[in-house]
């Protein structure tokens, strides 16, 4: 997702130290905290867990940073303001701004796991001593860019071309820093076999449940993407912002995300600056080639969108499907959490001007990080 040009400069005095023996009743911030600490646990994330779990102990306690969490004006979990909030905490950390949380961010076994008091003191003299700098991250939406995720578009594609071959471009919506336009340059484990780029630095490798797509070609002819402040991968303030948004202890997946960024670097993405509502209706306003599959991807990104963005997508994505035909079809592939958040979906929307044309199907349940995919297929 994308960030303001400027966000406010918020400065607080230091967070008192002691922990008080029990909070007086809980507050909206700790009662987010936990929610987001038990579907830590679900995912098998132990160590951002922990630190959920730590930091709704010791919020309340926190001075002002307590006092700007329970007095945030949105929504807590749409804003994803748990998710900022741990972010500034590990980008304090890989700096060496907050010596007392490397035992939780560096190098280490992951079956180790921190004595909960002593990350308990660790998190409250990070919060107390780096308020305002943990402020301008909260200031700012949640910036990821995680390419396992796009191994659904691939399952998806090679689906669809197992039946009809065509290659396709693809407009993201949402891109960040633009690393799933990069996929044709991964390599993606289906069951035994190796598609796309065979020996990339970059690897998906999602656990496949239910089943899997066939491996075939895909052939990407172009691949656009837009975002309201798209990140730079030649920029080392830019990357150290995605990497933040890694969780503990995730150290494949930032392996895999430095590596994307190594390969952005060298294949530089085509992401544009604007609201995806407006740019999306100009590409799709762009003549469409005979013989393409044009395809409209996002991932994880509608949460943040409001109303007003989400409908302009969808006015966008009718208009074009109205003109769409089987030598021109039109496809949008969302994985996004669903209505109740209690699972993220893949779901697929084909037009071409046929019976059944501009159906949403759910084609698999995803991991939110693309971890595993329960694969239901093209039906």
């Known amino acids: 997702m994308s960030l303001p040009e ?4 918020l400065t ?12 007086d009743g809980e507050t909206r911030v700790q009662r987010q905290l936990r929610v987001e600490a038990e579907k830590a646990e679900s995912f098998g994330k132990p160590l951002a867990a922990m630190l959920m779990h730590a930091l709704a102990r010791v919020v309340p306690h926190s001075g002002e940073m307590g006092r700007l969490l329970d007095a945030w004006p949105g929504d807590l979990a749409q804003d994803a303001i748990t998710f900022r909030l741990s972010a500034g905490l590990h980008a304090l950390a890989r700096t060496g701004r907050a010596p007392g949380l490397a035992f939780l961010y560096g190098d280490r076994e992951a079956a180790a796991l921190p004595d909960p008091a002593a990350l308990d003191r660790a998190v409250l003299a990070a919060l107390g001593d780096h308020a305002a700098a943990l402020g301008q991250w909260i200031a700012r939406p949640t910036q990821t860019n995680e390419v396992a995720r796009v191994a659904g578009l691939v399952a998806v594609l090679m689906a669809m071309n197992t039946r009809t071959p065509m290659p396709c471009e693809v407009l993201e919506l949402g891109a960040s820093a633009g690393l799933n336009l990069n996929f044709p340059h991964y390599a993606c484990r289906i069951g035994d076999r190796t598609a796309l780029e065979a020996g990339s630095a970059v690897e998906l490798a999602p656990a496949w449940r239910g089943g899997m797509p066939e491996v075939c070609d895909v052939e990407v002819v172009r691949a656009l993407g837009v975002d309201l402040n798209p990140l730079d991968p030649a920029c080392p303030e830019d990357c150290a912002r995605l990497e933040a948004y890694v969780w503990p202890g995730e150290r494949a997946r930032s392996r895999r995300l430095a590596a994307a960024l ?5 294949h530089p993405p085509q992401v544009a600056a604007g609201h995806a509502g407006d740019w999306l209706a ?7 080639a005979d013989g393409v599959r044009r395809i409209v991807f996002h991932s994880m990104v509608m949460q943040y969108a409001d109303p007003h963005e989400r409908a302009g997508i969808d006015a966008a994505l009718a208009a074009a499907g109205a003109q769409a035909s ?3 079809p039109l496809v949008r592939v969302g994985m996004e959490w669903r209505a109740d958040r209690a699972a993220v979906e893949l779901r697929v929307t084909t037009w071409t001007g046929e019976r059944g ?4 199907k759910l084609a698999a349940l995803c991991h939110p990080y693309g971890e595993w995919i329960e694969w239901r297929g093209l039906v």
């Open 6 to 9: 400027s966000a406010p400069v």
């Open 326 to 328: 089987p030598a021109r």
């Open 262 to 266: 190594e390969i952005a670097r060298g």
């Open 12 to 23: 607080f005095p230091s967070a008192a130290r002691e922990l008080p023996h029990a909070a």
């Open 357 to 360: 044309s501009g159906e949403a």
């Open 282 to 288: 100009a590409a799709l306003a762009v003549p469409q």
